[in-house]
């Protein structure tokens, strides 16, 4: 489903997350609104996210990395903590061709690339970089504890912690532990990527996800397992007791799962005749269900019998996503009243003149006016006119900075 707040994928498996082979029209996203369209043509993969989406990621037809936005614990991956409106390339990344992007909540970014390999940088608290510190990374860093010889195909991110599925169907993890999130039969926090076996020994793995404190997995042979924090039912297990290891959801026996997505606390699984069940916290109704009470155990979602294609969530919000066959798009759950939308143009009249978020401020006869230095440099033309003609009427008379 083009561009996200959450994990961005071209999966190699089907029933992976996000398919981003094709075009994206990434212009909608406030965040890409300063971008000349000629610019946002070149998109072929985005990733957006951050508390209020604010921040991006995105690859371009020619495999060139950038990023934007308010750059977050480095997120952005620039080598410094400076916000940009403006893209700006990130080196190291460029002529990688990202196969999987995911995000965490810390933030930090792990991407997987072609060649197998896997880069994350960003907060690093709880060592959810991988990299055996609790150093956050400004510019991405390869992982290569235990994953030297391995080919890496799908990364996920919990809120701090990261899951790397490899070619050969293994699952390794490492990050923030404290609900068994890592599947390491303990609670500490694990520095490097750690094989997760236990029960996914000699199994192959074909997909992963995470929410915000749980992690997820899809087996060649239609099997769904799930570790970490359960308060909610999120594991669909049918109780609410965390687990330190995977445990397989017994509930969707003979059922042929292809693809998971996880929400905050909610769940969603695709099976391979299209059908969605849903289970984990409902208070928003991101369950389907048509009420709010959570479910502990895997509930069939009524699609009025239109095959799905792909299902998507975010672990960062309460929000559910089907794709149809025929490609239309079902939202559910804590969706954005249309009322409470802003457009871009209303948005910058709404801070105009905030003394608050302001960087700069002009006197004018004697009256302060808050202004942003960003905006100051936006240009731009109507028929008829020229650019900079709508310079604001009362900054023409006298200007001068206090």
């Not at 939202?331 to 105009?352: H, I, N, P």
Request: include cysteine; charged fraction near 15%.
């Amino acid at each position: 489903m083009s561009a996200s707040s959450g994990s961005v994928n071209r999966p190699r498996h089907r029933g992976g997350n996000t398919d981003l082979s094709s075009m994206l029209d990434v212009g909608k996203w406030p965040v890409f609104a300063l971008l000349p369209p000629e610019e946002l043509r070149l998109i072929r993969q985005a990733c957006v996210f951050g508390s209020a989406a604010n921040e991006a990621l995105y690859v371009t037809v020619n495999d060139e990395v950038y990023a934007l936005g308010t750059n977050c614990s480095g997120c952005l991956g620039l080598g410094d903590l400076q916000s940009t409106i403006e893209p700006r390339r990130i080196d190291v990344l460029c002529g990688k061709k990202i196969v999987s992007l995911s995000y965490g909540t810390g933030p930090h970014v792990a991407i997987a690339t072609a060649d197998g390999e896997v880069f994350a940088w960003g907060h690093n608290g709880y060592s959810q970089l991988g990299n055996g510190t609790t150093n956050h990374g400004l510019t991405p860093a390869l992982v290569s504890t235990n994953l030297l010889s391995k080919r890496v195909t799908e990364v996920a991110c919990g809120s701090h912690h990261t899951i790397a599925l490899t070619t050969d169907g293994e699952v390794y993890a490492w990050g923030y532990n404290n609900s068994g999130q890592v599947g390491s039969g303990s609670t500490a926090n694990q520095p490097t990527p750690r094989r997760v076996s236990s029960c996914l020994q000699n199994k192959v793995v074909v997909n992963v996800a995470c929410g915000q404190l749980c992690s997820m997995a899809v087996l060649d042979n239609g099997e769904i397992y799930g570790w970490g924090y359960n308060c909610n039912g999120q594991l669909g297990l049918g109780n609410n007791g965390n687990q330190q290891t995977p445990c397989r959801i017994a509930a969707l026996q003979g059922v042929n799962i292809v693809q998971v997505a996880c929400g905050y606390a909610h769940t969603l699984a695709l099976t391979d005749e299209g059908m969605v069940y849903a289970w984990g916290a409902n208070s928003y109704g991101q369950l389907g269900t048509g009420n709010k009470s959570n479910q502990a155990l895997p509930t069939l979602i009524n699609t009025d019998k239109e095959r799905m294609v792909e299902v998507a969530a975010c672990h960062t919000s309460h929000t559910s996503a089907a794709k149809t066959q025929s490609g239309q798009v079902l939202m559910w759950g804590q969706c954005r009243d249309g009322d409470d939308y802003l457009t871009v143009a209303q948005s910058l009249k709404k801070e105009f003149d905030s003394p608050e978020i302001s960087d700069l401020k002009f006197l004018v006869d004697g009256k302060c006016i808050h202004v942003h230095k960003a905006l100051l440099k936006i240009r731009y033309t109507e028929p008829g006119r020229s650019k900079c003609e709508h310079s604001v009427p009362c900054l023409r008379k006298r200007r001068r900075r206090p």
